[in-house]
């Protein structure tokens, strides 16, 4: 057994480290064994606090600690602990009679051994030892220490390794849940988004047929309901998919609209009233959507927080407009608000104000990241029952704007009763519901119709017939969408422009992927018929009557 006492401290320190004991627990023991090796009448543990400039006494060994010396702060730079702690440096001071920095915490002491623990080139800590007699202690002890200060560095630095070890795990875990929650979704939307085309094709087949005005009241409360809920899956999907780092160009409007579609319902049932102002002009940006989605979500959800600590009725308001380059976006709530002293500190990573398993302090650090990277900024004001959150991001200069939710403008009446056919289409679609109607729709239009339920049996029809287009869903059983236009377009050439396909999921990478490669429309499921009947439209001009200049489509809007 070794008797030297060094190295039995080193092996125990090692031993404990080895263990993954508490670092705390491990701090503790190297300063017991440095007071011990060194016979000093004090010992302490000191962290630095680099943001406030602070040290901060965590740990302490031997008589007359009080309280207050105990609370003791010096700055960095002040006495001869802070001063190794801004040099990083060990110091032994032989007899603090004659040194001039030496801060009088314990009036009998007379020497002083100050040695840096060092963590990733910064300093972490110091171990300070006290010794009441000069000369007390000598460069022996001093490199005593320094040995166990190692030991204490490597025991710290191990403990972040594992910390930030298990927090990359966590992340992955919930990554991988995020992907297969995002999968799960994108299944579910496409079975979703099935009956709602049907129903809002239906329902735009009821308008056709004119009944009375209580009719058509109730045929535009099912289209308006239709579409809401379409809305509702598009951006649940999106927000759950995997994030694209492509950005676009979209308008105010249609970014805020995307996140209050999300909140809206669960703020109602939370009593809390959300008031959303669009702008009259929805000025275009420059962004990836679903960051900024999130970024929304995020101050909306802080503030639902906020306003349930409230006893009173709560309000949010969006408001956004512009200024000068700038667009900008507000969001205000009557919650508790952010006390002062915590306000400057909000956008820091991990603070947070919330009890343990409530939230991580990464939100608004986050929101604040993804709001840089956009060139824009994120600020906030507050005082008790008005916080106010302000996004300001450049304006666009492209001309482009999104107009995915553009309304087509109705059109005049379908001519019902024509002799001549403007032409032949073929409708895939693995939903019979869905080819029912659109092959009603065609035919109130003068357009002949063949229908299949399948890529194989598309195929067949494709072999005996030559279509004016083809209109085909993407996801099928069997043979899908893509293989059913790779096939058709390997036996005729003629029908690599004449597909106009329909998806549940344009989400989807794969979907994505496909829709990209093609000179081909794609329509996302639920749509109005106006829209099908605009794609197909140039495949039938050569075929239309030259004095009806205008496309008999539905006549009002969907």
């Known amino acids: 057994m070794d008797s030297n006492p060094v190295a039995i401290a080193i092996r125990e320190v090692l031993t404990a480290i080895r263990q993954r004991k508490r670092v705390e627990e491990i701090l503790e023991m190297v300063l017991s064994y440095c007071s011990d090796l060194a016979s000093a009448v004090h010992g302490s543990i000191v962290t630095v606090d680099h943001n406030s400039q ?13 309280l207050e010396k105990q609370m003791c702060q010096l700055a960095l730079g002040e006495g001869l602990t802070g001063h190794v702690a801004l040099i990083g440096k060990p110091y032994l001071c032989t007899d603090t009679r004659i040194d001039p920095n030496y801060f009088p915490l314990f009036p009998n002491v007379l020497c002083e051994l100050i040695v840096p623990i060092i963590v990733e080139e910064k300093v972490w800590g110091l171990i300070n030892i006290d010794g009441l007699e000069a000369h007390a202690f000598d460069e022996n002890t001093l490199n005593t220490i320094a040995l166990l200060a190692e030991l204490a560095s490597f025991a710290i630095k191990l403990r972040l390794d594992l910390t930030e070890q298990e927090r990359l795990q966590r992340h992955l875990i919930q990554s991988e849940k995020l992907a297969s929650l995002g999968e799960t979704i994108a299944g579910i939307a496409h079975e979703i988004n099935n009956p709602l085309t049907s129903i809002l094709t239906n329902a735009q087949l009821l308008a056709l047929r004119r009944g009375g005005p209580a009719d058509e009241a109730s045929i535009n409360a099912i289209v308006l309901e239709a579409k809401r809920t379409a809305d509702l899956v598009k951006n649940l999907l999106a927000f759950s998919r995997k994030e694209s780092k492509k950005r676009e160009v979209m308008g105010i ?13 669960q703020l109602r049932v939370n009593n809390i009233q959300l008031i959303a102002e669009p702008c ?36 949010i308001r969006i408001e956004c407009g512009r200024r000068g380059d700038n667009i900008f976006i507000t ?31 990464l939100g608004l650090s986050i929101a604040h990241t993804l709001i840089e990277n956009h060139g824009g900024t994120i600020s906030a004001k507050s005082e008790p029952g008005h916080t106010v959150f302000t996004i300001e991001l450049p304006m666009a200069r492209s001309p482009k704007i999104s107009h995915t939710n553009k309304e087509s403008q109705p059109l005049p009446n379908p001519r019902l009763a024509k002799a001549r056919r403007m032409g032949r289409i073929l409708v895939v679609d693995d939903e019979t519901s869905i080819a029912d109607a659109i092959c009603e729709f065609l035919d109130l239009q003068n357009i002949t119709t063949d229908k299949a339920n399948d890529g194989k049996e598309a195929l067949e029809l494709l072999g005996k017939t030559r279509y004016d287009a083809v209109i085909s869903d993407i996801r099928m059983p069997g043979i899908d969408g893509p293989q059913l236009y790779e096939k058709a377009v390997a036996v005729d050439p003629y029908y690599r422009t004449r597909f106009l396909f329909m998806s549940g999921d344009l989400v989807r990478d794969t979907t994505q992927s496909f829709v990209s ?17 605009q794609h197909l439209a140039p495949h039938l001009e050569h075929l239309s009557n030259p004095a009806a200049n205008k496309p008999p489509l539905l006549p009002y809007k969907a």
Request: glycine content about 6%; charged content about 15%; aromatic content about 8%.
């Open 280 to 315: 009259e002009v929805s000025f275009p940006v420059l962004v990836t959507a679903q960051q900024m989605q999130q970024v929304l979500l995020n101050l909306l959800n802080n503030a639902e927080q906020a306003i349930a600590k409230n006893e009173r009725p709560g309000v």
């Open 54 to 66: 602070k040290l901060i006494i965590t740990s302490v060994r031997g008589e007359d600690w009080t």
């Open 331 to 361: 969001t205000t709530d009557n919650g508790t608000g952010i006390p002062a002293h915590i306000l400057p500190f909000i956008f820091d990573p991990f603070f947070t104000t919330k009890s343990l398993g409530e939230g991580t302090g």
């Open 517 to 533: 490669s093609l000179n081909c429309p794609c329509l996302a499921k639920p749509f109005a018929l106006q829209v099908l009947y």
């Open 253 to 265: 409007n249609e970014l805020i609209k995307q996140a209050v579609n999300l909140k809206r319902y």
